[in-house]
């Protein structure tokens, strides 16, 4: 990994001071999650008067944090939610937003703004669904304007979700929480009332066998050392050429080693056969083995094209088949059914020149996960996507020294993203709390201007 020592520099006194004076980009050093530290600091201030406000601030209260629905002037302030759900048209937005306004000066570093609002696709009327667009705006907006390593997402609610639902309370604690560091400008879509929350909320997935391809090294290890921090029992994943560094991440997690090119045939049906034979069941399976042959379209080579596509998404169609045929990869109990992850890319949504074929493979993740959505909740089970934008890991290490740089500060936290911080947001998704939301794909990526 390459160290970021610009930020480091920004960090110190000194170099806070010359960053300050000379308009430089500031990278604030992000508050990450550790299990033992507390949900958040300081006061969180609930804004919007309606019933699913006083949901929200309740559930707030049971987690022990100091909610308010208003602050003195000089007071320091950790989060706000501002909630918007019965806005009727853009017009009823202005009280709840300006009263935002009136805080964002006194925010805390690392502070969380969340904003709750309806589907804007679950209403026909014009005025209901421009108000409902109009805070995802906002939100993004607001994103662009948080400062010290603040940030500022949305909750989305299905039209008649109730707020007290679980996985509204999965989403709100993982966006409030040092889990999401590196999400900002994004938006979490709650659809159903699956899901259940955790009995202990540091090892959410306590007694769940999680398989993780590609967890030799970078963004794979880093799953897998989560993953089993949060509980899970770890099958790790990768080509025989990387046994040696694979089977050292495998000792690390407790877990088990199966070298495996996912390419193969019968990828799923080995994983199956691993998965009954040590644990006797399959919980959650992470997509994350990924390759780049980047090239310009117009050089484009039959070997860069197939093996792209092949590694990235037909392996993870193929697998998918399989397990999804199989009893093993079904838990029937409603709320914690199966989980699938996959990595996209910030390059599947933006494009990325000389990725067409990467490019092509992680939006090809992003439609297959919509598509597979409806199969998982058959079984009470989620699909969702995680698409990273610059993150530091020996991918990244590997570009042009002025390139990295520019990618690196592109975005709203003018900084890189570690492994863990994507790690992260897959413990969130598979976790049991988050079994309503399904389909999505959520960008780390601290919010980034271009693709990856
Ligand atoms: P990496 O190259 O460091 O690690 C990928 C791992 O996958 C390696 O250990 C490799 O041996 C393994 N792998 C490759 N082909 C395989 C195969 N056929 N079978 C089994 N294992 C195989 O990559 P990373 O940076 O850790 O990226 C992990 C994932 O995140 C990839 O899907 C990548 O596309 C995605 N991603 C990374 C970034 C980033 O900034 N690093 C950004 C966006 C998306």
């Known amino acids: 990994m390459v160290k970021d020592t610009y930020t480091e520099f920004a960090n110190s006194s ?152 679980p996985s509204v309370s999965g989403a709100l604690r993982f966006l409030l929480s040092g889990r999401s560091a590196f999400v900002s400008g994004q938006f979490i879509t709650v659809q159903n009332t699956n899901g259940v929350l955790p009995d202990e909320w540091t090892q959410p997935l306590a007694g769940q066998v999680a398989v993780v391809t590609g967890a030799a090294r970078g963004i794979g290890a880093a799953i897998a050392k989560i993953l089993r921090r949060d509980g899970a029992e770890i099958i790790a994943v990768d080509i025989p050429a990387a046994g040696e560094s694979l089977a050292g991440v495998a000792n690390e997690v407790s877990g088990t080693a199966l070298q495996l090119d996912i390419t193969a045939e019968d990828a799923g049906d080995r994983i199956l056969a691993h998965a009954e034979q040590h644990y006797g069941r399959l919980d959650i399976v992470v997509h994350n083995a990924g390759i780049t042959r980047d090239k310009l379209l117009a050089n484009m080579d039959p070997s860069r094209w197939d093996s792209v596509i092949a590694v990235n998404i037909e392996s993870q169609l193929r697998m998918n088949r399989t397990f999804l045929e199989s009893e093993l990869f079904n838990r029937p109990e409603a709320g ?108 780390v990526c601290g919010q980034n201007l271009v693709g990856a």
């Open 14 to 165: 000194l170099g806070e001071k010359i960053t300050k004076t000379l308009g430089l980009p500031q990278p604030a050093k992000l508050r990450r999650y550790r299990p033992e530290a507390p949900l958040i600091e300081g006061p969180t201030v609930v804004l919007g008067s309606s019933e699913a406000s006083d949901i929200l601030a309740d559930q707030l209260v049971s987690w022990d944090l100091d909610v308010r629905r208003h602050v003195g002037r000089r007071e320091k302030v950790a989060a706000v939610v501002a909630v918007f759900d019965t806005a009727q048209t853009p017009a009823d937005l202005s009280e709840t937003v300006l009263a935002l306004g009136g805080l964002l000066k006194q925010l805390k570093s690392s502070a969380r703004v969340i904003t709750v609002f309806r589907d804007p696709q679950g209403n026909e009327d014009p005025a209901v669904t421009a108000a409902r667009k109009g805070v995802e705006g906002l939100t993004r907006s607001l994103a662009h304007e948080m400062r010290a390593g603040g940030t500022a997402n949305g909750l989305i609610l299905s039209e008649e979700l109730d707020a007290a639902a």
């Open 336 to 443: 914690v059914g199966p989980r699938i992850v996959s990595l996209a890319s910030t390059s599947g949504i933006a494009g990325n020149r000389g990725q067409t074929n990467y490019a092509a493979s992680k939006s090809g993740v992003i439609g297959m996960v919509s598509a597979t959505s409806a199969q998982l909740e058959a079984r009470h089970g989620t699909i969702n996507a995680v698409a990273p934008g610059f993150i530091e890991t020996e991918m990244t290490a590997k570009m042009p020294f002025a390139t990295r740089e520019v990618a690196r500060r592109l975005n709203s936290l003018n900084q890189g993203g570690l492994p863990e911080d994507v790690a992260e947001t897959i413990a969130y998704l598979v976790s049991p709390a988050a079994g309503g939301t399904s389909g999505l794909t959520l960008r």
